[in-house]
């Protein structure tokens, strides 16, 4: 079993930070990309951010210059730095990452559960 559990989500007013986190527990063997994801009321879900092992970053046009995607290792954990937040980032933030198992010879992706972000003007 393996699990993604994410916190650090809230309300927070325009202009303002939040720090997103998620940890990944359970029978690891590897981590390879792990990203956030976001889905707004009546949108699609979208990709914000994400790092691969090798620490190649990727950022949605939207959050340039004001989020960062981190991960530690040692941790199995990866961050979401969002500074300048804007009511349009207001979505529920998903977890993803892409892991191989214990026993298993290839990866399969998994998602947490989502937390909220609420950025009022």
């Known amino acids: 079993q393996v699990h993604l559990v994410e916190s650090g989500g809230g309300l927070v007013q325009a202009g303002g930070s939040l720090r997103l986190s998620c940890a990944v527990s359970?029978?690891?063997?590897?981590?390879?990309?792990m990203g956030w994801y976001r889905q707004a009321p009546g949108k699609q879900r979208e990709l914000v951010a994400s790092?691969?092992?090798?620490?190649?970053?990727n950022y949605v046009d939207s959050v340039k210059g004001r989020f960062t995607i981190s991960r530690d290792n040692a941790k199995n954990t990866v961050y979401l730095q969002m500074n300048s937040l804007k009511p349009e980032d207001t979505a529920v933030y998903y977890c993803?990452?892409?892991?191989?198992?214990w026993g298993l010879g290839y990866n399969n992706n998994y998602w947490g559960q989502g937390t909220q972000v609420t950025v009022s003007s």
């Open positions: 993803n990452a892409d892991i191989q198992p």
């Open positions: 790092i691969r092992s090798d620490g190649r970053l």
């Open positions: 359970g029978s690891i063997f590897n981590i390879n990309a």
